[in-house]
């Protein structure tokens, strides 16, 4: 057997290349590393631009009241859209339990806002992306809040900084009346004919008062 030729020393090339196996583990988790990296990255940039495009007009400002003469109102504003001191007023309405603290001001910011307010109450809201579109019904009326306009008892109207509606009881929708219960109908008996036994008891009696008047 002939010997085996002697190899001299590795070349830099030789040195330089990797062994099978040795790093491509290792450049793969990189990949995964930088490509998680980057969609967290993404993420959090969508996140925030979606929570910027939602806030960032700000909710409707509804101010609760009541005038010198006790008749109940809503204010209406929207600093963003350049609405504001829009005064709806509910004539010939008035508090059965006056609320303490009035004036009070409701910033439509969150859903949880509509749950209390000091009469009246909010039918629907959309707070998705703010100011969203707001409803309340109050006394048989209703005034729906858009961007786009202003709907009182589904009445269009444009909005105008500065200006009062006053809705009175003749412009109350039907829908929103609240009805009574059912009366129950009165239950007359039936007059019917006298019962066998009552019959007999009289005729027996009759018979009885003849016959003590005999001689």
């Known amino acids: 057997m002939s010997p085996s030729p002697h190899r001299g020393p590795a070349s830099d090339d030789e040195r330089d ?46 101010e609760f009241s009541v005038d010198a003469h006790g008749t109940p109102g809503v204010m209406l504003g929207q600093p963003s859209l350049g609405i504001s001191n829009v005064l709806i007023q509910f004539s010939g309405e008035t508090l059965t339990n006056p609320v303490a603290g009035l ?5 439509m910011t969150r859903p949880e806002t509509a749950d209390a307010p000091p009469f ?3 039918a629907f809201h959309d707070l998705t992306y703010l100011p969203g579109t707001v409803v309340l019904h109050c006394f048989g009326h209703e005034v729906q809040m858009l961007p ?18 006053v809705l009175f009881p003749s412009n109350k929708l ?6 009574s219960p059912p009366r129950r109908p009165l239950m007359i008996p039936a007059m019917g004919p ?19 008047n005999s001689p």
């Open 120 to 122: 009246g109450k909010v």
């Open 17 to 62: 290349e990797p062994t099978p196996g040795s790093t491509s583990d290792g450049g793969a988790w990189r990949i995964f590393a930088f490509a998680g990296g980057l969609t967290l990255v993404g993420y959090l940039a969508l996140y925030s631009a979606d929570a910027y495009l939602r806030q960032r007009h700000g909710p409707w400002e509804i």
């Open 103 to 107: 004036p009070a001001r409701l910033h």
């Open 194 to 212: 006298p019962s066998r036994v009552s019959a007999t008891a009289t005729e027996t009696n009759s018979n009885s008062n003849s016959n003590s």
């Open 174 to 179: 039907a829908s929103l009346e609240p009805t």
């Open 148 to 165: 786009k306009g202003l709907y009182l008892n589904r009445a269009a109207h444009p909005w105008q900084s500065g200006i009062s509606h």
